[in-house]
């Protein structure tokens, strides 16, 4: 019984730690994307929306995060964006559909 609780334990802190690591990339990956289409990355931070088990290219089981975050491309705004890992790769960034503003001269 006490070594049965002693492995939940560990298990625990393993994936604890383990979705802290993960989470970071999907910030950066997050982050880095918004940056380079020019939009804000609200708050600086993703949330975890879901986890799941799940195989990647290779067949082996992986844990599945999906995590949601906001940014804005109008700094008025905040627009619902997603990441999903798979083990520490990310196979998913969604920063949705924007309006596209059109920058040429008119007069033209």
């Not at 604890?16 to 999907?26: N, P, T, Y």
């Not at 196979?91 to 309006?99: A, E, K, S």
């Amino acid at each position: 019984m006490e070594l049965g609780g002693l492995l939940l334990l560990i298990a625990l802190a393993w994936l604890w730690m383990d979705s802290l690591k993960v989470r970071e990339i999907a910030v950066r990956g997050a982050r880095e994307a918004c940056a380079a289409e020019n939009l804000l990355f609200l708050d600086d931070t993703v949330s975890i929306a879901s986890i799941k088990l799940a195989r990647d290219s290779e067949g082996q089981l992986r844990l599945q995060r999906a995590y949601d975050f906001e940014y804005s491309d109008t700094g008025n705004n905040r627009i619902r964006g997603g990441v999903v890992m798979l083990g520490e790769r990310m196979v998913l960034l969604n920063i949705g559909l924007r309006l596209v503003r059109d920058t040429r001269d008119s007069s033209m």
